[in-house]
Every structure is written in C-alpha cells, then in structure tokens.
C-alpha cells in the first residue's frame, strides 16, 4: 500500500485526481492511501443528491462556494482549508463487502484520532464520532473496476458558513436526533487539539501504515507525475503540474 499526503490546489482537482487513479487501479494494481486538505470553500455532494434538496444555491453563489458532485454516494458536506480528506483506492475486490470498507476506514480515522488523544466511535452507517458528534463522515464506490472509499476529518470548520449554505440533510443517522450543524459536528480544535497541520498529517500517515501495512515493492510516482493526467494542457501542448500545498510530497512518505 502506497501512502501519501498531497494536495491539488482546489478540491475540484483533487477529485478529478482520484477519479483519474481510480480509473489506473486494475490496470496498475496500484493499491494507495492520499490524504488532502480540502480549501476551497466548495460544497460536494454525493452521487444521487439533488442540489435543490441539500443546498441554497443563491447563497453558494453569492458566497463564492463552489458546488461540485463526487463519484461516491453518501451526503453533502462542505470543504474547507480546515478539513483533512482520506482518498482509499485500491483495484476491486472480487466480493464487495460495503460493510467491512466501512469498518476499515472507521479504523484509520478512530486510529488517527486515537494518535492525538481522541477517543473516537463508529456510529451511523459511515460516520466517526467522540460522543455524539461527528467527526468523521465517509462514503465508497465501486466504479471502473476499482474500489474508491473516502472521507473527511474536520480539524477546523467555518460553521457560520455551513449553516448559509447547507441545508438540513433530507436523510440522517438517527444519533443526529435533529440538531444542526453546529450542534451536530465537532472539530479537532473544538476538542483542545492544537497539533499543526505536519503533526496532523505525520499522524495520519503513521495511522494508514498501521491499518493498511505498506506491502508495495515498486517504486511511486512525484507528485508532479501523480497530478499531471488531470491538469490542463499549458500553451504548446505542455502540461504543468500545480504548486505544492501544506501536504508533504509523495516522496517524503511513500512506502515502496
């Protein structure tokens, strides 16, 4: 398993990317972890939402949010600089177990949580929580021959923001009992953890070694050969990966 944290510049690409990997999976055997940081803002929905059940577009456009859909199902969640993304993605398995997916991403997060001094639980169909607040909340598909889990750790959130832009979910797990957004979700800084983005990051990649192991024996792509399928042509045809964000290259953490 090969595990990195890298960032494309905005979340629009950082999906793109994955599908990009997603697509290579079978062909490559490729089997890998990305962790990135959302910026943004943009809200994403799931596969099968409608925009006009879960957001107010009227104020995503007058906000300047970004509205974009993901490949994967579950629901709508808004990304900000503040929230730490896992992108799983693996060829497919020959019998998909929704469930034990669930279990092994619940697993990292509970285990990067666990590293920090959090004691976080599985609850809901997909969700991570400490106590009755979401922390966590992922979702899966299974899509061009690939399996593709991901998911969301908020570190830090802009709840004035998601209560203008968000609606109240036309669907939730029954721990959320009604509450709002801000009532509903918790931070890693609500929590008292001040960690900096690197210990963040260390910690999460030091809790995908344990969850996943690291058994790839060839060499990894740079972050620049990681991120040029997906770039748009430069003038004369060239293409030119995006700067580096906060995240540490492939190089510095990838297991081969």
């Known amino acids: 398993m090969d595990v990195l944290c890298w960032s494309a510049p905005n979340v629009a690409e950082n999906l793109a990317?994955?599908?990009?990997?997603?697509?290579?999976?079978?062909?490559?055997?490729?089997?890998?972890?990305?962790?990135?940081?959302?910026?943004?803002?943009?809200?994403?929905?799931?596969?099968?939402?409608?925009?006009?059940?879960?957001?107010?577009?009227s104020?995503?456009?007058?906000?300047?949010?970004?509205?974009?859909?993901?490949?994967?199902?579950?629901g709508t969640v808004?990304?900000?600089?503040?929230?730490?993304?896992?992108?799983?993605?693996?060829?497919?398995?020959?019998?998909?177990?929704?469930?034990?997916?669930?279990?092994?991403?619940?697993?990292?997060?509970?285990?990067?949580?666990?590293s920090l001094g959090i004691i976080g639980v599985p609850l809901g169909t997909s969700d991570v929580a400490v106590g009755d607040r979401k922390i966590s909340g992922n979702a899966q598909a299974r899509r061009w021959r690939a399996l593709f889990v991901h998911g969301t750790l908020l570190v830090d959130f802009n709840f004035d923001l998601v209560g203008?832009?968000?609606?109240?979910?036309?669907?939730?797990?029954?721990?959320?009992?009604?509450?709002?957004?801000?009532?509903?979700?918790?931070?890693?800084?609500?929590?008292?953890?001040?960690?900096?983005?690197?210990?963040?990051?260390?910690?999460?990649?030091?809790?995908?070694?344990?969850?996943?192991?690291?058994?790839?024996q060839r060499p990894g792509l740079t972050a620049s050969q990681l991120a040029v399928r997906v770039i748009p042509s430069a003038p004369g045809g060239q293409q030119e990966a995006p700067e580096r964000q906060e995240c540490q290259t492939w190089e510095s953490f990838s297991h081969c």
């Open 17 to 57: 990317l994955d599908v990009e990997l997603a697509k290579s999976a079978w062909s490559t055997g490729r089997r890998l972890v990305r962790f990135w940081w959302g910026d943004g803002p943009a809200v994403v929905m799931g596969s099968s939402e409608r925009p006009e059940d879960v957001l107010d577009a």
């Open 78 to 114: 808004l990304q900000t600089a503040g929230v730490l993304n896992y992108s799983l993605i693996t060829p497919a398995p020959g019998d998909l177990n929704v469930g034990a997916s669930f279990r092994q991403s619940a697993n990292l997060i509970c285990t990067i949580l666990a």
């Open 164 to 216: 203008k832009v968000l609606l109240h979910p036309p669907r939730e797990p029954e721990y959320r009992r009604g509450r709002s957004h801000r009532d509903f979700l918790v931070t890693l800084r609500a929590l008292g953890v001040h960690a900096s983005r690197i210990e963040i990051e260390k910690a999460a990649i030091h809790a995908a070694e344990h969850v996943f192991g690291s058994a790839s």
């Open 59 to 74: 104020a995503c456009e007058a906000l300047g949010v970004a509205v974009l859909k993901r490949c994967s199902g579950g």
